[in-house]
């Protein structure tokens, strides 16, 4: 069986002089999970109201397995599961009542229903409040109700709009582990602006701000455009002379920029490398040589949220 | 099939809020007071309903957009509309499902006033086919209203602005054959124009089928106004879902 694929083309939407997305593309396949990151306003809303045909765009497709958004509507939608942003429901009916509707609408069968209905809702647990009207519950249960009923007939698609957006950290944990359950066998798509999110739960992310894809990649891939990629943290003990030891550690090949982090009670310095080099054995082997006594050695990874930063903010200046 | 699961939830919806109950009250005892008092039910000395169905396209001008004001209002506003349209259901298919419930219901508000019909049978001997023309003439015009309020809530996000529009819109088309609307028209329109504004009147429609006689083109008229507002509402809610 072909991979479900979400195409996504040179996607555009304008709303009067605003272009809210601005000609993205991208492709999603099964088991992947994709992050959508962006500052507020960057059009992130916007692209998944338009893959899930809430809103029609401007120009550009937008094909769920073959089926085109604007031509077949139904076979798109019947392959999606969404959660809008802010999870809206109806508020006077219960959670039972609510998912046995969505149950219907989507087409399963009595048994069926029954069974999904069981699943999802131990696999949320919204056991608890099942007979409560929806208006009654909590933040975090209406957002168990709008994920239950995304999921509730096994889309192929999943997309999820800040689905982890006012949860306690127990809730965003539980939710985070439910998407890596069901990423195997889906395409999901989700919305966050919580950087820790998309190491916990995506395998790759896409940046965007003011409608345009700024950068796609893994975490990791992301992370390596960070200037502190591969940077080397050391600590010392205290000595009398730091600026001799700064003047040493700028020295060793491969070192770009010394950065002071604290000269105090110990002495620590970051050490950004020459694009992308490793210098951590060079590092290492300098403080050896001068005997110097390391409390502390580490490569850092990079941040997300510095990558994010400085993406969004160089495009921002730009436009 | 679509409808009819939208249907079935819409209706409940009216039963697990106070709306059901408050409507059904108000409905039952506004139309006692206008029957009893105003209408001079027992003073007339007749046994008909004359007085009781008179009333109705009154009563029917603020009740009606009041039911039909929450349809699509209620929704843009909650944001549920971005759930129901995302789901695998056609614009016209929700437009329907959502009509019919209140549809339903305000025949279930007009079934509720049946003790009218056990008194005048008690009191006097009326003619039931007469009273039952009346009723049907009652649900089509509901319906009509129902139509007309459903394309003004499906305009806006506002319950309020829904609810007062609507009103004007309805009264339109009772006035629509007064001669205080007629006039304003008649000097300045061609004749047959004016004739055209007339025969949109829901009063005279209702009328004539208040009068027993179920006539085709009375049916024709009210499907046809039902229709026109419904497939507007389709579009405007095609058009404007997102905003």
Not at chain 1, 162 to 182: A, C, F, W, Y
Not at chain 1, 271 to 297: D, F, H
Not at chain 2, 30 to 43: K, M, P
Not at chain 2, 167 to 175: D, K, Q, R, T
């Amino acid at each position: 069986m072909m991979d479900t694929i979400v195409k996504i083309q040179r996607l555009r939407k304008e709303f009067g002089l605003l272009t809210a997305v601005d000609d993205i593309s991208f492709e999603v396949k099964k088991g992947e999970v994709l992050g959508f990151l962006g500052p507020n306003g960057a059009g992130k809303s916007t692209t998944m109201k338009m893959i899930t045909g809430f809103l029609t765009p401007t120009s550009g497709t937008v094909s769920v397995d073959g089926f085109d958004i604007t031509q077949q509507p139904l076979e798109v939608k019947r392959r999606i599961g969404y959660l809008p942003e802010g999870a809206p429901a109806y508020p006077d009916m219960t959670p039972l009542s609510f998912l046995n509707f969505i149950g219907d609408i989507r087409g399963l069968s009595a048994s069926q229903k029954q069974q999904r209905i069981d699943d999802v809702v131990s696999r949320v647990n919204l056991e608890n409040v099942l007979y409560q009207p929806i208006e009654t519950l909590s933040k975090g249960f209406k957002r168990r109700v709008g994920l239950a009923q995304a999921i509730l007939h096994d889309p192929e698609v999943l997309i999820l709009d800040e689905p982890t957006d006012g949860l306690d950290p127990n809730q965003k944990h539980e939710v985070r582990s439910l998407i890596t359950q069901m990423a195997e066998e889906k395409v999901i798509i989700l919305s966050t602006h919580i950087l820790e999110e998309v190491h916990a739960v995506c395998s790759r992310a896409i940046i965007i701000a003011n409608g345009k894809v700024l950068a796609d990649g893994t975490p990791n891939e992301l992370e390596s455009e960070s200037v502190n990629h591969n940077a080397v943290t050391i600590t010392l003990k205290k000595m009398d002379n730091p600026s001799a030891v700064r003047e040493i550690l700028v020295s060793i090949p491969n070192v770009h920029k010394l950065e002071t982090l604290n000269e105090s009670e110990v002495l620590s310095y970051r050490l950004q490398p020459k694009s992308n080099l490793t210098i951590v054995a060079e590092v290492s082997q300098m403080a050896y040589e001068k005997q110097w006594e390391i409390l502390g050695l580490s490569v850092e990874t990079g941040q997300l949220d510095e990558v994010f930063r400085t993406i969004t903010t160089t495009s921002n200046r730009i436009n | 099939m679509n409808t009819w699961v939208l249907f079935k939830r819409e209706l409940s919806s009216y039963f697990a809020t106070p709306i059901a109950y408050v409507f059904i009250i108000i409905f039952l005892f506004l139309s006692g007071i206008f029957t009893f008092y105003i209408g001079n039910f027992f003073g007339r000395g007749q046994a008909d309903l004359v007085p009781f169905f008179n009333f109705h396209p009154w009563l029917y001008l603020f009740l009606i957009p009041a039911l039909a004001m929450r349809l699509w209002a209620e929704e843009r506003k909650s944001g549920s509309i971005e759930l129901l349209l995302t789901l695998p259901i056609t614009a016209t298919e929700a437009v329907l499902g959502k009509f019919f419930a209140a549809w339903a219901f305000t025949a279930i508000s007009l079934v509720l006033t049946f003790p009218m019909w056990i008194s005048v049978n008690y009191l006097g001997n009326p003619d039931n086919l007469v009273i039952f023309a009346s009723y049907i003439g009652s649900l089509l015009m509901a319906g009509g209203f129902l139509a007309i309020g459903s394309c003004m809530s499906a305009l806006t996000k506002n319950q309020v602005i829904a609810f007062v529009v609507s009103v004007v819109a309805c009264l339109g088309f009772i006035l629509a054959g007064f001669p205080l609307v007629l006039d304003f028209f008649s000097g300045w329109l061609p004749h047959i124009i004016v004739q055209t504004i007339s025969s949109f009147s829901f009063l005279t429609h209702f009328q004539a089928i208040s009068k027993g006689v179920i006539d085709i083109r009375d049916l024709i008229y009210f499907a046809s106004v039902i229709t026109f507002w419904l497939f507007a509402t389709v579009i405007f809610i095609e058009m404007k879902k997102a905003d």
